[in-house]
């Protein structure tokens, strides 16, 4: 299999994926922007051929750098990024070059939310009442089904950039006068509740063949809005409901051969599931490890057999509970590195800063940390994210 890699060198753990890929014996080429000599020795080794492109928003580019590959190589087999700003590019190469895979026509329902709802509903999975923003009447109209508070949000886009909640009309007022240009906005009732993920894998039969969950009591929203820390739990299990509703999402959107990341909402009030959105990338965060932490795996090296070989091991238990917790440099926190370090070190199993573009969701620096005791997880977020008052 030939498998071109878009973006190899970042986010960093693209170095993991193209190391599995050529471990399970793919012929691993690549295009990114970054100098040769600046990639991870790891990733040189895994590379057949990089080819380096001065701007990876051309598409001119692109297309020259796999017309380079196909002269050079012959026909290619894959083209991927896992990474959710390259899909529509990622679609388009394949609708050219006649490459297996999510192709330009089906694209569009993978970028906006509104055309997401229908998916959904058609695997029998409640989804957030939803409103197209075209002006304040209408949105209003929107207020008096639903009740404030409302949520408004980009159509297309991922994570929770340029997301507000809205509680009343002056609220409102104020979005309509700061909202960006040119930007296609969506309207949601706003839900009280957490948020469970469906994450996993989908073999090029349809089968899920791996999924794991994770757990976030925070709004993404409020940390990215206020500038917070951000935490989040992987799960050594998958909840009976949540697994029942991303099975029937991942047939109803005909997910072949894909890591896939599912957002749902569980109402505090009667733990009701509810369908958020869905991704066909891996779950951003450090999730990917979070994952092997918590079912001692590597979901890189079985995300590469089920593309190259379409086989997937286990099948894998889970034990741990894996937390993440990052922090912000403009926070004053009542312990330090090193007291960390005393305090919880035997359940450290990973340290590192965060890189800028992703610093306002995922924080400066993040921890993460397992135990079988989800009490004791819980209790390392808080001594982490404990700040001086």
């Known amino acids: 299999m030939k498998f071109?890699?878009?973006?190899?060198h970042f986010p960093?753990?693209?170095t993991e994926f193209c190391s599995r890929l050529h471990e399970a014996g793919a012929t691993v080429l690549g295009i990114g922007d970054a100098a040769y000599e600046h990639l991870a020795p790891r990733l040189k080794n895994a590379l057949s051929e990089y080819y380096r492109i001065a701007d990876m928003e051309d598409a001119d580019q692109v297309l020259r750098a796999m017309g380079h590959f196909i002269h050079r190589w012959g026909r290619i087999d894959r083209f991927e990024s896992l990474n959710e700003h390259w899909l529509e590019q990622d679609a388009a190469i394949r609708t050219?070059?006649?490459i297996p895979g999510i192709r330009r026509d089906f694209v569009e329902n993978l970028k906006h939310k509104s055309k997401m709802s229908a998916f959904f509903r058609k695997a029998g999975v409640q989804t957030i009442r939803q409103h197209k923003y075209v002006?304040?009447?209408g949105v209003k109209a929107f207020v008096a089904e639903v009740s404030y508070p409302i949520v408004i949000k980009p159509d297309q886009g991922s994570g929770a950039s340029n997301t507000v909640k809205v509680n009343d009309d002056a609220d409102l007022?104020?979005?309509?006068?700061?909202?960006r240009p040119g930007v296609s906005y969506v309207a949601e009732e706003f839900i009280d509740g957490i948020v469970l993920t469906y994450d996993g894998l989908v073999d090029r039969d349809g089968r899920v063949v791996f999924a794991a969950s994770h757990r976030f009591e925070q709004s993404i929203m409020e940390v990215v809005n206020t500038n917070s820390h951000l935490n989040y739990y992987c799960l050594p299990f998958v909840d009976p409901a949540v697994e029942q509703a991303g099975r029937a999402a991942v047939k109803a959107f005909g997910i072949r051969e894909k890591f896939f990341?599912?957002?749902?909402?569980?109402?505090?009030?009667?733990?009701?599931?509810?369908a958020l959105e869905i991704n066909m990338r891996p779950p951003g965060a450090w999730m990917t490890d979070a994952i092997n932490y918590s079912y001692d795996m590597d979901v890189y090296r079985e995300w590469a057999g089920m593309v190259v070989n379409?086989?997937?091991?286990?099948?894998?238990?889970g034990r741990y509970y894996t937390g993440y917790a990052s922090r912000k440099n403009h926070i004053r926190y009542v312990n330090?590195?090193?007291a960390i370090l005393a305090a919880h070190g035997d359940r450290i199993v990973h340290f590192a800063p965060i890189e800028d573009v992703f610093s306002r969701a995922m924080g400066n620096a993040a921890y993460q940390f397992r135990s079988e005791d989800f009490e004791e997880v819980k209790a390392i977020v808080r001594f982490i994210q404990d700040v001086e008052r």
């Open 173 to 179: 007022d104020t979005f309509e006068t700061t909202k």
């Open 261 to 274: 990341h599912i957002e749902f909402f569980e109402t505090r009030s009667d733990k009701r599931i509810v």
């Open 96 to 98: 050219d070059f006649n």
């Open 336 to 338: 330090d590195h090193q």
């Open 310 to 317: 379409n086989k997937v091991g286990g099948p894998f238990t």
């Open 135 to 137: 002006d304040r009447t």
């Open 12 to 14: 960093a753990n693209g």
């Open 4 to 8: 071109v890699f878009f973006s190899p």
